[in-house]
């Protein structure tokens, strides 16, 4: 660990095995700790743990952002442009909420994004700024 500061992000699952398969091998996180009832996963330098909680996930609704129905809450990473990409072709074949786009091209701030849900409903972006310096440009 540096001395940047890591995110703890704790969210709900209702199946362990699925979550394993989806953040292990289709996210292709390393897993840290687990138990029966939840499981560290590596995101990146920062820790997000799947917990065993029964019962579907409830969304809280839609948010519009350029034209599309951003589903709230979410989390996810910011990547580089590369990382972004290969993780997108990655992800080829895995249904999503909103496909891979390049949002707010030749404005302060323009990203790829792309946002997906777990097998248990929660929602992920994953997204990189063309110009890292522009993260909270307005």
Do not use: C
Not at 58 to 86: C, K, N, Q, R
């Amino acid at each position: 660990m540096t001395d940047r500061p890591a995110v703890h992000l704790a969210i709900p699952v209702d199946d362990l095995a699925a979550a394993r398969v989806f953040y292990g091998q289709v996210l292709g996180l390393p897993e840290g700790r687990s138990s029966d009832h939840w499981v560290d996963w590596d995101l990146h330098g920062h820790q997000l743990v799947t917990h065993l909680v029964p019962g579907p996930v409830t969304p809280a609704g839609l948010s519009e952002v350029d034209g599309h129905e951003v589903p709230i809450p979410h989390y996810g990473l910011l990547l580089g442009v590369e990382a972004f990409h290969e993780l997108a072709a990655r992800l080829d074949g895995t249904p999503f909420v909103i496909e891979p786009y390049l949002r707010f091209p030749n404005r302060p701030g323009a990203q790829w994004t792309m946002f997906l849900r777990d097998p248990a409903g929660n929602a992920l972006e994953f997204k990189a700024f063309l110009d890292e310096t522009q993260v909270f440009a307005r």
